[in-house]
């Protein structure tokens, strides 16, 4: 069964630095692309990034383009994203999800997908 568990959330100050993991159980994370996305209180899920299978190619929304950066480690089955530069409205709670080469253009997770994690938190706030 597919699971995917998100960590490395926090509280940070606005400037600060978080990297946040997407370990992956139950199938080889490399077959997918992934996606990171998030959401904010009162607001819908959104794209932040996502990394193609195979370590391929990589998307930014533009609000975080510049600051973050995914990465995956297929050794580890572990996506992650490395966020700089943290603004306020950058808080939410980000979770990872599967998506495929053709959807991680458009920063969407696989269609109906529904079995989201519990997420983590990032705050920004001084």
């Known amino acids: 069964q597919l699971q995917l568990v998100e960590s490395g959330g926090g509280l940070v100050q606005p400037g600060g630095s978080l990297r946040l993991s997407c370990a992956a159980s139950g199938f080889t994370l490399d077959y997918y692309a992934i996606g990171w996305f998030r959401q904010a209180p009162g607001k819908e899920r959104e794209g932040v990034s996502c990394?193609?299978?195979?370590?391929?190619?990589?998307n930014y929304a533009d609000s975080v383009k510049g600051r973050f950066t995914i990465s995956r480690d297929n050794a580890k089955n572990t996506v992650y994203l490395q966020m700089n530069s943290l603004k306020p409205e950058d808080t939410a709670i980000y979770y990872c999800?599967?998506?495929?080469?053709?959807?991680?253009?458009?920063?969407?997770?696989?269609?109906?997908?529904?079995?989201w994690g519990q997420g983590t938190q990032v705050t920004v706030s001084s």
């Open positions: 999800g599967p998506s495929t080469d053709t959807l991680c253009a458009l920063l969407k997770p696989i269609y109906g997908y529904d079995t």
């Open positions: 990394i193609k299978s195979y370590g391929g190619r990589t």
